[in-house]
């Protein structure tokens, strides 16, 4: 099993940037896949970005392509989400989620296990 912590949500301006972290517990934490994923009010939860667990393959949204960046360090137990040029429509509760897989999962339901998520606010 492992448990995974999000942290560095936050309130910012359009256009401003924000990195969020996901941390895990467990020793095989490189063993998984782990995928981004935020849900806006009353909206479904959408996919943001997965990485591969040597973090040499990433897939990503359309809509965050060229602004989005996630990256891992197995070493330390955390994936990253750098995120720039931030925009309104980018506000939303972000959770990180991991999966004992090799695929790069795009679908929530695919994945076992979930942070408890972080809010994300971007301001006109």
């Known amino acids: 099993q492992v448990q995974l912590v999000e942290s560095g949500g936050g309130l910012v301006q359009a256009g401003g940037s924000l990195r969020l972290s996901c941390a895990a517990s467990?020793?095989?934490?490189?063993?998984?896949?782990v995928g981004w994923f935020r849900q806006a009010p009353g909206k479904e939860r959408e996919f943001v970005c997965a990485?591969?667990?040597?973090?040499?393959?990433?897939s990503y949204r359309d809509s965050v392509k060229g602004r989005f960046t996630i990256s891992r360090d197995n070493a330390k137990n955390t994936v990253y989400l750098q995120m720039n040029n931030l925009k309104p429509e980018d506000t939303a509760v972000y959770y990180c989620?991991?999966?004992?897989?090799?695929?790069?999962?795009?679908?929530?339901?695919?994945?076992?296990?979930w942070g408890q998520g972080t809010q994300v606010t971007v301001s006109s």
């Open positions: 990485i591969s667990r040597t973090g040499l393959t990433t």
């Open positions: 467990g020793r095989t934490f490189s063993s998984y896949v």
């Open positions: 989620a991991a999966d004992l897989t090799t695929v790069l999962l795009s679908t929530a339901l695919m994945y076992d296990y």
